[in-house]
């Protein structure tokens, strides 16, 4: 603090000098003599209370304008070596000194608060005090030094939840998005930080963009300064929150994708991962999730998705999820290489975000096309699947059973799942306390028992195999959902029991007709028509998503699981030699039974609500 000294010390021997001393008034000359005193003893001397406190209040009220500026300069340091919570003894004269019409005074006492407002208490005081009004007046000095603290100042009041809206209210908003165009770079970085800080909320964003901002926040991101680059990366990727800014932005920036892609190459690896969150949240649009393709964003995404920093990582990983929902994006995707990487992931234990991001990628990738279904599968991702589902969180449990029930679709795919024994581990997840998870590795199951091209040759030895095991099998499975209270589940049960029906395999239909557990139930659900709700179960979602699985309206739903169970019960009723030869005959080129058997009254009728219960098991395209 030896500037303080020297300054205070310079002021008097000036006054002494040009015989200023007689115009001093008493209190004031004891307090300059006090203040000496307190300065000499600095190490131990509290300054925001008692006589010291007095003695700088006394200068700071004074008409003097050199006793002004001695009282702010010591303010200004004092606080810059020690911050603590302050009362409004301390307050009072500092915002005083704030509206001095003097420039160095005003840029000390700026410093000052500034300082203080570190502290989460005093930011509520100043605020409360009236400490923006004089602030605002201050970003708005011809001054460079009085701009930079006083826009410091509220870059550190803007911090605080309770003083955002505030500030938003208070007109600081304009001037603080022309200062973040000032020549100055300290300047420029407080006020982008300010701008940042500011958006933490939907009102202050929707605020912060009446004000001008977008153009000011994009125009920076060219910045040559990695703090600035930062601070207009995060904001705009807040901004990028809301739907509503994100079709500003595409009607008004241009050049803002390209921008954000070079970013995701900046040095800085806090710049790196912001550019890549910014551009999750802009994926969030169809529009974006071309662009961001189209301007080559896919290369700099794997690399970051392959890096050992774990934000970048994570960062990358929900870019890239939200970029797979457009279908047109699927092979461009997997055709840059991020197939392996992303099956990687998905045993990363130290994040199961990450693990989720990875997963749900892979589902989208999955969703649109069969020459995708089976690269995904060759590169190992059931196996993994299979390996860790078991284990994971579930969370990242919903999202794999999710992504099975996509590949499951795929009737080339469908014995090779089964060859890998994918079953054993859906049926015990049908159990599971997550309704998603049970949900989705029974839509999973219900999609690899169906066809819809049957042969004689189709092997469905792989269900008779987990008939009875683990956990009760398919068997004990197919009965917990008969019995549930939820049509949805009732609805998956019934639809796979006749999928196996139709199988033709005679072994899987007489563990079906020998079942004293189930049989009592589907008959019970052929003549009653109940009256429990449906319910979203099994419909996984993403940060920007579609329900993964399609809903039936509850009553219709309802029906359907009426008539399912009566065609099974019609089922039950051939003998076992006629069931076998007409599911097989029937099935040759089709998975529904043809007109004039005796397994269905209406082809038409049958067709029709295949297709609406095979829609209410396929998970949504893209998620």
């Known amino acids: 603090m030896g500037n303080i000294t020297s300054c205070c010390d310079s002021c008097f021997s000036g006054r002494r000098s040009q015989s200023y001393e007689p115009l001093l008034l008493e209190n004031e000359r004891e307090a300059v003599a006090d203040l000496l005193q307190y300065l000499e003893n600095r190490t131990t001397t509290n300054f925001f209370t008692g006589s010291p406190l007095s003695a700088l209040t006394t200068l700071s009220f004074s008409d003097n304008v050199d006793l002004q500026r001695s009282a702010a300069l010591a303010f200004a340091e004092i606080t810059e070596k020690e911050v603590r919570p302050v009362g409004r003894d301390t307050l009072d004269p500092i915002l005083f000194l704030l509206s001095s019409h003097d420039t160095e005074v005003q840029r000390a006492a700026s410093a000052a608060l500034g300082n203080l407002a570190v502290n989460t208490d005093n930011k509520l005081l100043i605020v409360k005090l009236g400490g ?48 973040a165009r000032s020549k100055d770079m300290r300047v420029q970085r407080n006020a982008t930080g300010a701008l940042l800080n500011m958006t933490h909320s939907d009102e202050n964003r929707q605020q912060l963009v009446n004000a001008g901002a977008i153009p000011v926040l994009v125009s920076l991101l060219n910045s040559s300064d990695t703090d600035v680059q930062y601070y207009c990366t995060t904001a705009l990727s807040n901004i990028a929150v809301d739907g509503t800014n994100r079709k500003k932005l595409a009607q008004s920036e241009p050049k803002l994708v390209a921008s954000l892609v070079a970013l995701m190459d900046s040095p800085s690896l806090k710049v790196q991962c912001q550019a890549a969150l910014a551009l999750r949240n802009l994926a969030s649009d169809e529009k974006y999730q071309l662009e961001i393709v189209k301007a080559d964003g896919l290369q700099s995404l794997l690399r970051l998705l392959q890096s050992t920093y774990l934000p970048l990582i994570l960062s990358s990983a929900a870019c890239v999820r939200n970029v797979s929902i457009h279908p047109q994006n699927e092979s461009p995707i997997i055709e840059s290489g991020f197939l392996q990487p992303l099956i990687n992931l998905l045993s990363f234990k130290d994040n199961e975000e990450v693990q989720c991001h990875a997963i749900s990628t892979l589902r989208n990738l999955a969703a649109s096309s069969e020459k995708n279904k089976k690269a995904i599968v060759k590169a190992g991702a059931v196996q993994s699947i299979k390996e860790l589902v078991l284990e994971v969180p579930i969370s990242v449990q919903s999202e794999m059973t999710a992504c099975v029930a996509v590949l499951a679709l795929s009737d080339e795919l469908k014995g090779q799942l089964l060859e890998m024994g994918i079953c054993e581990v859906l049926i015990p997840l049908t159990n599971s306390p997550s309704s998603e998870v049970q949900g989705n590795s029974a839509a999973a199951l219900g999609n690899l028992s169906s066809k819809d091209t049957r042969s004689p040759t189709d092997d469905y030895s792989a269900f008779n195999d987990v ?41 899987l239909i007489s563990n079906i007709r020998s079942s004293t557990i189930l049989i009592p139930n589907i008959k019970t659900l052929s003549t009653t028509r109940t009256h429990s709700a449906s319910s979203s179960i099994g419909t996984p979602r993403s940060h920007h998503s579609t329900q993964s699985y399609q809903e039936t309206d509850t009553n219709d739903g309802q029906g359907e699981i009426q008539v399912l169970s009566k065609r099974i019960m019609e089922f039950m009723e051939l003998d076992i030699d006629n069931l076998v030869s007409t599911s097989v005959a029937s099935q040759s080129h089709q998975s529904h039974v043809q007109p004039g058997s005796s397994l269905a009254s209406s082809n038409r009728e049958h067709e029709e609500l295949r297709r609406s219960v095979r829609e209410a098991f396929a998970p949504g395209s893209h998620r």
């Open 132 to 179: 923006l009004e004089p602030l605002i007046r201050q970003m708005l000095s011809p001054n460079v030094e009085v701009q930079c603290n006083a826009v410091g100042c509220v870059t550190n009041l803007a911090t605080h939840d309770d003083n955002k809206t505030k500030i938003a209210k208070s007109g600081a908003l304009v001037p603080l998005t022309r200062l």
């Open 467 to 507: 008939w009875d095991k683990p956990d009760g099998g398919m068997h004990r499975y197919l009965y917990r959902f008969l019995t549930s209270p939820d049509t949805t589940f009732q609805h998956i049960a019934v639809w796979t029991i006749v999928q196996l029906l139709e199988s033709g395999d005679p072994q």
